[in-house]
């Protein structure tokens, strides 16, 4: 599955763990030798730094238990990609965040989840025509398969962000979950998305990007991983072939649409 505009996402599998923090070096400043790129007209996957594990959101009763049995209502992480094998963005060029979203608690009728996104400053959303948005699910009945939600008439992908409570809303285009803004869930289900973003100035890892999840009322939680980002202002974007690894593709057994 390839959506192939200005940058591709891939559907491939890939394993976050192979990425650690100390695979990355501090940011340059623009006086350092820029990191040298070799064009070799092969298209490039661009990993995902994420911060793990992911983080705990909500509780809730395990619909229908008795004894009750309690049960984290949704688990979320962070990531944001990066030039192949190790490479940090620079600034001025495009990259990507992602949000990872879980839901292995029962709470009966589901969660409508409430998303934000808080940026550090020197970062800003860069989502454009050839840079878009893109938002997966994955639904475990009848079968695990891959749902685009760009696609869907209720949900379609965001294209503009007005401020919310903390950050910017990324709600669904059209409307979601009954009309109300909110990305719809329940038991066994996963959600990704994913937004291009722009450094103004080098960033070292030290101010988070922030994704506020908030599955219930007065449930809020936070999936948050330190950009870095350095001050060799390299213009990867010739590259009209950059590929992007979904997570959700990584899951076992595989979703089908991968």
């Known amino acids: ?26 940011p340059s400043t623009p006086a350092d030798t820029p990191v040298p790129l070799t064009l070799s007209g092969v298209d490039q996957v661009t990993p995902w730094f994420n911060s793990l594990p992911a983080t ?19 688990m979320a992480y962070a990531g944001f990609s990066h030039p192949p094998p190790d490479l940090t963005p620079a600034v001025g060029e495009v990259f990507y965040t992602h949000v990872v979203i879980g839901h292995p608690g029962n709470p009966c009728t589901g969660s409508a989840v409430g998303l934000e996104l808080i940026l550090p400053p020197g970062i800003e959303i860069a989502n454009s025509a050839n840079d878009p948005v893109f ?8 079968s695990k398969h891959l749902i685009n939600l760009d696609t869907d008439p209720d949900y379609g992908c965001p294209t503009s962000f007005p401020l919310g409570l903390e950050g910017y809303a990324v709600r669904p285009l059209h409307g ?3 009309n109300s803004g909110a990305w719809g ?5 996963y959600l990704e998305i994913l937004i291009p973003l722009r450094a103004t100035q080098v960033q070292f890892g030290n101010n988070p990007i922030k994704w506020r999840v908030n599955p219930d009322v007065g449930v809020v939680g936070y999936a ?15 590259i009209d072939a950059n590929l992007l690894n979904l997570d959700l ?7 089908a649409g991968c």
């Open 185 to 189: 869930m329940a038991m066994g289900f």
């Open 176 to 178: 979601g979950l009954s």
């Open 224 to 238: 948050q991983v330190g950009p870095q980002v350095n001050g060799d202002v390299i213009f990867r974007d010739s």
């Open 56 to 74: 705990s959101i909500g509780t809730v009763w395990y619909c229908g238990s008795n004894p009750p049995i309690y049960a984290t209502r949704v």
């Open 1 to 26: 599955m390839n959506l192939r505009l200005r940058r591709v996402l891939q559907a491939a599998a890939w394993c976050a763990a192979t990425f650690s923090t100390a695979a990355f070096a501090e």
């Open 249 to 255: 593709c990584t899951l076992t057994p595989t979703p």
């Open 135 to 142: 938002c997966f699910s994955m639904v475990p009945n009848p």
